[in-house]
């Protein structure tokens, strides 16, 4: 079974920046499609960014030029790194993975725990 796990959350104030990490645990397989969804407290689920096998990246306008995904392939690894931070970042974000497809039109069956980012003002 795998399991995505989520780190490098925290409270932060606008302007400064986090760095989220997502490694699978268990017995895994290599995933195609590997991304960052976030949610704010009563709004839905939304794609933030996602990166696939070939190193092509999708990012939400909102983020964009703030938000840097990268991944290690060989270790099934994904970063966020999220730069000038605005409280409108604010939520829980969540690791999400798929085997055979990118997972920035729709979600993969993949989901870590959460993490949650608080930006102040």
């Known amino acids: 079974q795998v399991h995505l796990v989520e780190s490098g959350g925290g409270l932060v104030q606008a302007g400064g920046s986090l760095r989220l990490t997502c490694a699978p645990s268990?017995?895994?397989?290599?995933?195609?499609?590997m991304g960052w969804y976030r949610q704010a407290p009563g709004n839905q689920r939304e794609m933030v960014a996602a990166?696939?096998?070939?190193?092509?990246?999708t990012y939400a306008d909102s983020v964009k030029g703030r938000f840097t995904i990268s991944r290690d392939g060989a270790q099934n690894t994904v970063y966020l790194q999220m730069n000038s931070l605005k409280p409108e970042d604010t939520g829980v974000y969540y690791c999400n993975a798929e085997r055979l497809r990118t997972v920035a039109d729709r979600p993969g069956d993949y989901w870590g725990q959460g993490t949650q980012v608080t930006v102040s003002n």
């Open positions: 990166i696939n096998r070939g190193g092509r990246t």
């Open positions: 268990g017995n895994f397989f290599s995933f195609f499609g």
